[in-house]
């Protein structure tokens, strides 16, 4: 399993432990991924995604996961989010 978020496309950063002695060592910085179940109101149903603290701030903010995903860009989400997206467009224009 990637660490890398679905919705935001964030992922494992690299950088250096600086000791007392100022000796360098290499490390990853790795994203605050959880494993979260997100509720579609247009789809009536949850999602499980595994998503950044941030990410899940985000969708928050933004009103629930389909008002974020209608926001988000296509090249940032993974393809699992990305056929979500595309089926909770379907069922906006078929309710329309």
């Known amino acids: 399993m990637s660490r890398v978020c679905e919705l935001t496309g964030k992922g494992p ?8 002695a100022n000796n360098k060592t290499k490390r990853r910085y790795l994203p605050n991924l959880n494993d979260v179940t997100l509720q ?3 789809l009536g149903r949850g999602i499980k995604l595994r998503i950044s603290a941030a990410a899940l701030r985000s969708v928050d903010h933004r009103g629930g996961l389909d ?3 209608a926001k988000a860009k296509d090249t940032e989400l993974s ?3 990305l056929k979500v997206k595309k089926d909770i467009a379907k ?3 078929a309710e329309a």
């Open 13 to 20: 950063m690299t950088g250096n432990n600086v000791s007392h």
């Open 79 to 81: 393809a699992r989010a």
């Open 91 to 93: 069922a906006q224009t």
């Open 67 to 69: 008002k974020y995903l």
């Open 40 to 42: 579609s109101e247009t």
